[in-house]
């Protein structure tokens, strides 16, 4: 460390004392099932003798109960997790006392190689044992209790998301083999928080400094996608974000395909789970845009499900659908497509379902621009699904629009890329 060690000690035991104090005065009373008591953890981690180390994941600790309703958590107040919070950032600047400000240095992050082989080891305690034929979850509870491995994943994804780009990129080798430990995990709870913890590392660092891991975090993202509901919108965010980045450059990319059939066939056995279609509608742009043409590929899967979210009775819903079919005909001006004809017709159903929907504006605006595009790159084939519609009272509006525009043919080549490339269609 940049300082002497006894003179941030001497200012470390300055910060501990109040805090410990108010942890004192906190009332606790753990669950009846709970075989981990998270303030006798804290008692002990903000000790007299008191390191470094262990005053920083003590103020991990509190400062993750922020973003938490586990129960190992949830007690703590608000106040205390402030008091931590601000008591490691005075412990920081202490660290960096003196010291010109292209120099200063990250107290979290010059602390993780010695705190994160030791939170992987905790985490790893609790892991099933594959050998285990009876019952491997409660084998894996019974050598160890899952709570230390819940706090030690916050604890974990607490000082990964301190650190910041450039500097996180450093320190991927060191945090990868932890973050996939806690993905491995059976703990929904431990798997969030290496989720979040991927998520803020593909924000973070270069797609060039995950290395030979790359397969490995795909990999991993894959087996996770049929996670337990509650983690679901970690898993969409976390995989996008990272096959986005670590295949940016390979839209043929076979995780492109293997990721987005394997999410296709989870939200086609739960069409009707708003939070899953939602977080999936929110989250997957981006590898649209990454792949391009590609997604003609998918149309069969992906079209059955617009069609069937555009007439729920969830405005959100609704509006991240039409967005989405925005997206798709920008890229692939749906070519050749047996789709044009039937979107036109939900489309439409839609326009006039919007009359009792609080999003009607919003949601007109996108049905017109929608239609708009189909008329534009679909030329003869729009007009003839149109013709139907053209003199229903109901659509005057979208008939003054729709009868002025310009039209052109945009069928052989979609991007000077041709149809017939994208996997035999």
């Not at 996939?180 to 709870?189: F, N």
Request: hydrophobic share 45%; glycine share 2%.
């Amino acid at each position: 460390m940049s300082n002497s060690l006894p003179d941030l000690r001497s200012h470390l035991s300055r910060l501990t004392k109040p805090i410990l104090d108010l942890l004192l005065k906190t009332p606790y009373t753990p669950e009846e099932t709970t075989k981990v008591s998270t303030k006798s953890t804290l008692e002990s981690l903000l000790s007299t003798t008191s390191s470094v180390k262990d005053f920083s994941l003590a103020c991990a600790l509190l400062s993750s109960s922020r973003s938490s309703t586990h129960e190992l958590l949830a007690w703590i107040p608000s106040h205390l997790s402030a008091a931590a919070e601000t008591a490691f950032s005075d412990l920081s600047e202490a660290y960096n006392d003196g010291l010109p400000g292209d120099e200063k240095r990250n107290l979290a992050a010059e602390l993780m190689p010695e705190i994160v082989p030791v939170l992987k080891e905790k985490i790893k305690e609790s892991l099933i044992d594959k050998s285990d034929e009876i019952d491997e979850v409660f084998a894996a509870s019974a050598r160890t209790p899952v709570g230390f491995a819940i706090l030690a994943a916050y604890q974990f994804r607490w000082f990964v998301c301190q650190v910041e780009y450039p500097h996180l990129g450093k320190l991927v080798n060191l945090i990868i083999p932890c973050a996939l430990t806690c993905l491995d995990h059976w703990s929904p709870e431990v798997k969030a928080q290496g989720m979040i913890s991927l998520i803020h590392m593909a924000k973070n660092v270069n797609a060039a400094d995950f290395g030979w891991y790359g397969d490995a975090i795909l990999d991993a993202c894959c087996h996770n996608i049929a996670s337990a509901d509650e983690i679901w919108k970690y898993v969409v965010e976390m995989l996008v974000l990272l096959v986005t980045s670590i295949e940016r450059d390979n839209p043929r990319s076979s995780w492109f395909e293997k990721m987005l059939n394997e999410m296709l066939s989870h939200l086609e056995r739960q069409p009707r789970d708003k939070e899953r279609r939602i977080a999936w509608l929110k989250f997957v742009e981006p590898i649209f845009d990454a792949i391009g043409l590609v997604v003609l590929a998918h149309f069969r899967r992906i079209f059955p499900l617009f069609f069937q979210w555009m007439h729920v009775d969830d405005d959100e819903t609704v509006l991240l659908v039409l967005k989405r079919i925005k997206t798709v005909i920008r890229l692939t001006w749906i070519w050749n497509s047996p789709y044009v004809v039937r979107l036109v017709d939900e489309l439409v159903i839609l326009f006039k379902e919007s009359a009792l929907k609080k999003a009607r504006e919003e949601m007109r605006t996108d049905i017109l621009d929608i239609l708009t595009m189909l008329q534009q790159c679909k030329g003869q084939q729009f007009e003839t699904a149109w013709e139907k519609h053209r003199n229903d009272p109901d659509l005057t509006t979208l008939a003054l629009h729709l009868s002025s525009g310009p039209t052109f043919k945009a069928e052989s080549v979609v991007e000077g890329v041709a149809i017939q490339d994208i996997h035999g269609q």
